[in-house]
Protein backbone atom coordinates (compact mmCIF):
# COMPACT_ATOMS: atom_id res chain seq x y z
CA UNK A 1 0.00 0.00 0.00
CA UNK A 2 1.28 3.44 -0.99
CA UNK A 3 2.05 6.06 2.06
CA UNK A 4 3.75 9.04 2.37
CA UNK A 5 4.66 9.90 6.01
CA UNK A 6 6.19 13.79 6.73
CA UNK A 7 8.26 14.28 9.72
CA UNK A 8 9.93 17.15 11.23
CA UNK A 9 7.20 20.01 11.90
CA UNK A 10 7.20 21.48 14.85
CA UNK A 11 6.99 25.30 16.63
CA UNK A 12 10.39 27.61 15.39
CA UNK A 13 11.26 31.25 15.73
CA UNK A 14 11.38 33.63 12.79
CA UNK A 15 14.24 33.73 11.21
CA UNK A 16 15.03 30.02 11.98
CA UNK A 17 15.13 27.51 10.36
CA UNK A 18 13.31 23.21 9.84
CA UNK A 19 13.89 20.38 7.55
CA UNK A 20 10.84 18.51 6.75
CA UNK A 21 11.33 15.33 5.53
CA UNK A 22 9.05 12.50 3.97
CA UNK A 23 9.31 8.59 3.54
CA UNK A 24 7.68 6.96 0.51
CA UNK A 25 6.40 3.17 0.50
CA UNK A 26 4.58 1.21 -1.18
CA UNK A 27 5.20 2.63 -5.13
CA UNK A 28 8.52 2.98 -7.13
CA UNK A 29 9.95 6.36 -5.73
CA UNK A 30 11.57 7.17 -9.19
CA UNK A 31 9.09 6.54 -11.36
CA UNK A 32 7.63 9.80 -9.30
CA UNK A 33 7.57 13.76 -9.03
CA UNK A 34 8.26 14.55 -5.75
CA UNK A 35 6.45 18.18 -4.06
CA UNK A 36 6.10 19.69 -1.31
CA UNK A 37 2.58 21.96 -0.54
CA UNK A 38 1.41 24.00 2.30
CA UNK A 39 -2.19 24.70 3.61
CA UNK A 40 -2.02 27.85 5.72
CA UNK A 41 -4.82 28.68 8.08
CA UNK A 42 -7.93 29.32 6.39
CA UNK A 43 -6.54 29.33 2.89
CA UNK A 44 -6.31 27.11 0.47
CA UNK A 45 -3.34 25.09 -0.58
CA UNK A 46 -0.52 25.68 -2.29
CA UNK A 47 2.37 24.45 -3.97
CA UNK A 48 5.78 24.88 -2.25
CA UNK A 49 8.03 23.03 -4.10
CA UNK A 50 8.28 20.03 -6.80
CA UNK A 51 11.18 17.92 -7.48
CA UNK A 52 11.50 15.90 -10.92
CA UNK A 53 12.00 11.91 -10.82
CA UNK A 54 15.81 12.48 -11.62
CA UNK A 55 16.28 15.23 -9.51
CA UNK A 56 17.55 17.56 -11.49
CA UNK A 57 14.95 19.59 -12.05
CA UNK A 58 13.52 21.90 -9.40
CA UNK A 59 10.64 24.51 -8.51
CA UNK A 60 9.58 27.02 -6.31
CA UNK A 61 6.92 28.67 -5.03
CA UNK A 62 7.85 33.06 -5.34
CA UNK A 63 7.23 33.11 -1.43
CA UNK A 64 9.89 30.64 -0.89
CA UNK A 65 12.37 30.94 -3.69
CA UNK A 66 15.51 31.65 -2.04
CA UNK A 67 14.67 30.54 1.23
CA UNK A 68 13.75 26.84 0.55
CA UNK A 69 15.64 23.86 -0.41
CA UNK A 70 13.97 20.86 -2.29
CA UNK A 71 15.82 17.27 -2.33
CA UNK A 72 15.47 13.84 -2.92
CA UNK A 73 17.03 10.73 -2.10
CA UNK A 74 15.71 7.63 -4.50
CA UNK A 75 17.71 5.02 -2.31
CA UNK A 76 16.10 5.79 0.33
CA UNK A 77 13.07 7.09 -1.09
CA UNK A 78 12.80 10.25 0.78
CA UNK A 79 12.18 13.71 0.34
CA UNK A 80 13.25 16.54 1.85
CA UNK A 81 12.67 20.45 2.36
CA UNK A 82 14.89 22.91 4.31
CA UNK A 83 13.42 26.12 5.23
CA UNK A 84 15.57 28.82 6.01
CA UNK A 85 14.58 32.20 7.44
CA UNK A 86 11.47 31.37 7.82
CA UNK A 87 8.41 34.16 8.45
CA UNK A 88 5.61 33.48 10.12
CA UNK A 89 3.60 33.93 6.94
CA UNK A 90 5.33 30.08 6.67
CA UNK A 91 3.16 28.89 9.53
CA UNK A 92 0.95 26.06 7.56
CA UNK A 93 0.06 22.60 7.07
CA UNK A 94 3.02 20.82 4.58
CA UNK A 95 2.23 17.87 3.10
CA UNK A 96 4.49 15.60 1.03
CA UNK A 97 2.56 14.64 -2.44
CA UNK A 98 4.43 11.81 -4.98
CA UNK A 99 2.41 12.49 -8.92
CA UNK A 100 3.30 9.82 -11.18
CA UNK A 101 5.20 10.12 -14.65
CA UNK A 102 2.79 8.02 -16.34
CA UNK A 103 -0.36 8.12 -14.88
CA UNK A 104 -2.83 10.20 -13.12
CA UNK A 105 -1.73 8.98 -9.89
CA UNK A 106 -0.68 10.92 -6.90
CA UNK A 107 -0.31 10.26 -3.63
CA UNK A 108 -0.26 12.57 -0.52
CA UNK A 109 0.83 12.43 3.08
CA UNK A 110 -1.16 13.56 6.23
CA UNK A 111 0.60 16.28 6.66
CA UNK A 112 2.86 18.02 9.43
CA UNK A 113 2.10 21.75 11.09
CA UNK A 114 4.87 24.25 11.03
CA UNK A 115 4.46 27.42 13.50
CA UNK A 116 6.93 30.69 13.08
CA UNK A 117 5.87 32.46 16.29
CA UNK A 118 8.24 34.08 19.33
Known amino acids: QAQLVESGGGLVQPGGSLRLSCAAS????????LSWYRQPPGKERELVAAVDSTGRIRKYGDSVQGRFTISRDNNKNTVSLQMNSLKPEDTAVYYC???????????WGQGTLVTVSS
Open 26 to 33: GFTVSYYT
Open 97 to 107: KGSSRYSDVEY
